[in-house]
């Protein structure tokens, strides 16, 4: 079933601007005080909205992304921050060389924000992170864990039965791609979904990449409840029973949604 913030992207984007300025700006300002001065990288970007209230906090922003069809939204969305030169959108890959010449060392906060589980080689890609950091800097990541409920990402389905059911992505990739099929999912959908299986991540991974990077864990929340969910669905966020997020492996069943930063 194909949600209205899959089909309207100002939709999307809104609700980029709102979960940004509620949850994640506040997150990342625990551990790093945010204004003038301080240089923001968000990769996977998308629209662009969760860049917007660092902006308006007087960061300078940088937001990259490979979806061309993404940054030209971002470029049209946020205009008039880019002619005032509080922000910059570039279709590029982070490991370009043009990139990484102008950028090396460039950055106060970088943001992975539901993107990390997308990304191939997180061990190669999180170190390569940190050689954009400047001294002191810090990288923020948001992301639903690989074993909980909707964990492959079933929201992008376009059928009833594919996108409400929890879990079967952790099946075999065989009858997990058969659930697909069977449900009359394109081969589209099915490819990125097989594509998510492919670049999973769980919360003991993400945690062991992380300290094998030489980073440390800064500040943490796991969530019962999705902040997201409350821009998508209505529903109230709700933080994880502690006891729950002490609890490896276990926890990854019975949490929606986490945010680390790390430095
Ligand atoms: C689920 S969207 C998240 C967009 C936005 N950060 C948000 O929170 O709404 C994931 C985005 O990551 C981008 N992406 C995936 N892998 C990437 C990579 N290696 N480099 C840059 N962008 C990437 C995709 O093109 C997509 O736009």
Known sequence: MALKHHIDYKIRYNQQVDNSASYVL????????????????EVGTGEGGVLL?????????????????????ANEMLATEIADKKVEFLCQNIYDHAFFGRFKNYFDVII???????????????????????????????????????????QVCRTKLASVLPYYHILPRFLHKAILKLSGEEDAIIKDMMDIKDTQISI??????????????????????NPIYKFKFGLNPRKQWAPITYIPYVRDFLTTCVYYTVG
């Open 26 to 41: 506040p997150f990342i300002e625990k551990t790093m005080p945010l204004g003038k001065g301080k240089n923001v990288l």
């Open 53 to 73: 209230p660092f902006m308006d906090k007087g960061c300078f922003c940088v937001g990259v992304d490979l979806a061309p069809e993404r940054i030209d939204i």
């Open 112 to 154: 992975l924000k539901d993107v990390i589980e997308h990304v191939y080689e997180q061990e190669k890609f999180i170190p390569y992170l940190k050689t954009l950091l400047r001294p002191g800097g810090q990288i923020f990541f948001g992301f639903p864990p690989w074993y909980m409920p909707f964990g492959g990402h079933q």
């Open 204 to 225: 003991e991974r993400f945690e062991r990449i992380i300290k094998q990077s030489g980073l440390k864990v800064l500040n943490k929340q796991h969530y019962l409840i």
